[in-house]
T-cell receptor, first 118, second 109 residues
Framework: GAVVSQHPSWVICKSGTSVKIECRSL??????MFWYRQFPKQSLMLMAT?????????EQGVEKDKFLINHASLTLSTLTVTSAHPEDSSFYIC??????????????FGPGTRLTVL | GQNIDQPTEMTATEGAIVQINCTYQ??????LFWYQQHAGEAPTFLSY??LDGLEEKGRFSSFLSRSKGYSYLLLKELQMKDSASYLC??????????WGAGTKLIIKP
């Protein structure tokens, strides 16, 4: 149980284009989803937290107009990197968490999406 | 402020035992998590402690002392595939995860 999928696994795009990454909880309902970014040999950096049906909460320094997050259902959240630039190249990882309390506090991670912007 | 400390890197020998420590200072506490992350991959969940004591799960065990703000992950019978980064994370009073920087574990034959 507690499987999270991400699509695509990797993507290469041209500078200035937009890229959408999907995150799905396959066997549980995710009331909260998290988007992280990780540069090589660095720690996970939380970008934003999204709750189903409401606007995402962005961490300081993360541009909400550039990184659009939609959490339309209890099993799907999307991250759209708009007008991507080479400095946006990174490993983007989503995680999902069920209802608060007990074992459902655990965040389960998707496999990640490696974005390369040329 | 909130802070999670763990060693940057550790080296151990195949077949041996290694203990990775984590100390924390957070606003509230709703549990401590350990994750394993292989290079180029996403983290995978290893353990969750919310009460004091030792939780054993196969070759891996995790210990928590809330009064000391301290946890450790114990790995027994080390295998080469255990070479990875081990991330300690604490859930604060807002149910937000505060992440440590991770401990890179190198296993030598």
């Amino acid at each position: 149980g507690a499987v999270v999928s991400q699509h695509p696994s990797w993507v290469i795009c041209k500078s200035g284009t937009s890229v959408k990454i999907e995150c799905r909880s396959l066997d549980f309902q995710a009331t909260t989803m998290f988007w992280y970014r990780q540069f090589p040999k660095q720690s996970l950096m939380l970008m934003a937290t999204s709750n189903e049906g409401s606007k995402a909460t962005y961490e300081q320094g993360v541009e909400k107009d550039k990184f659009l997050i939609n959490h339309a259902s209890l099993t799907l959240s999307t991250l759209t990197v708009t007008s991507a630039h080479p400095e946006d190249s990174s490993f983007y990882i989503c995680s999902a968490r069920g209802l608060a309390g007990g074992d459902t506090d655990t965040q389960y991670f998707g496999p990640g999406t490696r974005l390369t912007v040329l | 402020g909130q802070n999670i400390d763990q060693p940057t890197e550790m080296t151990a020998t195949e077949g041996a035992i290694v203990q990775i420590n984590c100390t924390y200072q957070t606003s509230g506490f709703n549990g401590l998590f350990w994750y394993q992350q292989h290079a180029g991959e996403a983290p995978t969940f290893l353990s969750y402690n919310v009460l004091d004591g030792l939780e054993e799960k196969g070759r891996f065990s995790s210990f928590l002392s809330r009064s000391k703000g301290y946890s450790y992950l114990l790995l027994k019978e080390l295998q080469m595939k255990d070479s990875a980064s081990y991330l300690c994370a604490v859930m604060d009073s807002n149910y937000q995860l505060i992440w440590g920087a991770g401990t890179k574990l190198i296993i030598k034959p």
